[in-house]
T-cell receptor, first 113, second 111 residues
Framework: DVKVTQSSRYLVKRTGEKVFLECVQD?????MFWYRQDPGLGLRLIYF???????EKGDIPEGYSVSREKKERFSLILESASTNQTSMYLC????????????FGSGTRLTVV | GENVEQHPSTLSVQEGDSAVIKCTYS??????FPWYKQELGKRPQLIID?????GEKKDQRIAVTLNKTAKHFSLHITETQPEDSAVYFC??????????FGAGTRLAVHP
């Protein structure tokens, strides 16, 4: 019954590595989002996409990029991982009208050492 | 851009009491306000939402109220139970259907 799948639950990467976080949804949703969740800061929007090959910056895009080559898949890329990118990363998807709100993935806890 | 403030950051109640969490938003164009519940180690789940053409919505023990003039909305949980213990997030939508979230409220319900 899982509808938004994130490829990894836990990741440990070294400073300077290029990191790929993958998200796949099977609900034919137009919109997809990447957030990071940190204690006391809530969920902060990194990037989002409202169509294939379309992307928009969120509130904290620095140090990240994204790719959406297919409707069901939205990838978050850390070009050169840094320790301040240690966080929980949540992917979400929604219909264009936001009917039913977001469906979230289970999250990827990334630790950069 | 949109900013959402949420209070309190932590809330402790006795089982059976009511709990109220409040949020304010800055963008008067926001038109959709969902609330999410996140249990420990799990993904956030939508529990209730309201659109700007409605002032109040109820679903069993949960209700949300919206005051567009004051730009604030609130979550009300009545007859709280231990399984209501979780982190609750409010959010507001602004442009391209993206959501801006509050910082979260950790609710603890004590038996």
């Amino acid at each position: 019954d899982v509808k938004v799948t994130q490829s990894s639950r836990y990741l440990v990467k070294r400073t300077g590595e290029k990191v790929f976080l993958e998200c796949v949804q099977d609900m034919d949703h137009e919109n997809m989002f990447w957030y990071r969740q940190d204690p006391g800061l809530g969920l902060r929007l990194i990037y989002f996409s409202y169509d294939v090959k379309m992307k928009e910056k969120g509130d904290i895009p620095e140090g990240y990029s994204v790719s959406r080559e297919k409707k069901e898949r939205f990838s978050l890329i850390l070009e050169s991982a840094s320790t301040n990118q240690t966080s929980m990363y949540l992917c979400a998807s929604s219909l264009g009208t936001l009917t039913g709100g977001y469906t979230f993935g289970s999250g990827t806890r990334l630790t950069v050492v | 851009g949109e900013n959402v403030e949420q209070h309190p950051s932590t809330l402790s109640v006795q089982e059976g009491d009511s709990a109220v969490i409040k949020c304010t938003y800055s963008d008067s164009a926001s038109n959709y306000f969902p609330w999410y519940k996140q249990e420990l180690g799990k993904r956030p789940q939508l529990i209730i939402d309201i659109r700007s053409n409605v002032g109040e919505k109820k679903d069993q023990r949960i209700a949300v109220t919206l005051n567009k003039t004051a730009k604030h909305f609130s979550l009300h949980i009545t007859e709280t139970q231990p399984e209501d213990s979780a982190v609750y997030f409010c959010a507001a939508s602004t442009g391209y259907n993206k959501l801006i979230f509050g910082a979260g409220t950790r609710l603890a319900v004590h038996p």
